[in-house]
């Protein structure tokens, strides 16, 4: 066995661990279209043949054109691929709570630091504490912490958008 196959062998056995250890019935599988998520949903497959996984992907409205219309191709042979559109509009959602800048860690220290009374997150991430040292600020953003951006950034469109519509 090589190394591939042996982790092939491991991830399968650590989903149907899982499985039983949880039953079926209490998981959903997130699913973007996107080649990770792709790779899980044949993961499952492999692990737990006929399995009932839901399989849902959220239209936001801002996916490529191309990945939505994979996901739809993918549904008419699958019906475990659920589409969920969310109820909020995405213009409005980020009117309201902000746009996402650069990462989610980024868009969320920004957040945290203008609107939630600069949190020692948002300070940490800031000033490059060694604690943080992997996600520290880029110098060339370090702006957005000196000058209130002239447009709300936040993390936030991820909950708001994907997350409470599969909830």
Known sequence: MDDNEFLLYDRITKI???MKQYGEENFYISFSGGKDSTVLHYLFDLALPGNKIPRVYSNTGIEYKSVYKFVEKLQQSDD????LKPSINIKSMLNENGYPFKSKVHSRAVYEYWYRNKTKFSQVY?????VWAQR????KLKYQFETQPEFKISHLCCDKLKKRTIA
Not at 80 to 83: A, Q, S
């Open 16 to 18: 149907q661990s899982v």
């Open 136 to 139: 520290q600020c880029p110098k």
């Open 80 to 83: 475990r691929i659920v589409i």
């Open 126 to 130: 800031f000033n490059g504490e060694t």
